[in-house]
């Protein structure tokens, strides 16, 4: 059984900065690609970034890309993900996930239970 286990989340200001962690466990974490999703408060979860298994390729959603960092540490099995310049909209709870490459959440087979981040203006 995978169990994924998100930690880091919080209330920043605005143009502030946090790291996101996921620590996995179950199954070898190298060999799978590994996403983050978020869910604002009355929004569909949605895409923000995901990893393959090497590390060697990422993709982020429009919204992030040049302000989040993606990337993992495949010896502790863990999952980071770095957000600068946070904007009032970064507000959500954020998931890992495990599972192929892509965009959907149909991709991913395994979640965590989330963490709140809060970007305050």
């Known amino acids: 059984q995978v169990q994924l286990v998100e930690s880091g989340g919080g209330t920043v200001q605005a143009g502030g900065s946090l790291r996101l962690s996921c620590a996995a466990s179950?199954?070898?974490?190298?060999?799978?690609?590994m996403g983050w999703f978020r869910q604002a408060s009355g929004k569909e979860r949605e895409f923000v970034a995901t990893i393959s298994p090497s590390g060697g390729t990422t993709d982020y959603a429009d919204s992030v890309k040049g302000r989040f960092t993606i990337s993992r540490d495949n010896a502790k099995s863990i999952l980071y993900l770095q957000m600068n310049s946070l904007e009032p909209e970064d507000t959500a709870v954020y998931y890992c996930?495990?599972?192929?490459?892509?965009?959907?959440?149909?991709?991913?087979?395994?979640w965590g239970e989330g963490t709140l981040v809060t970007v305050s203006s």
């Open positions: 996930a495990q599972g192929r490459w892509g965009r959907s959440s149909a991709a991913f087979f395994y």
């Open positions: 179950g199954r070898t974490f190298s060999g799978y690609t």
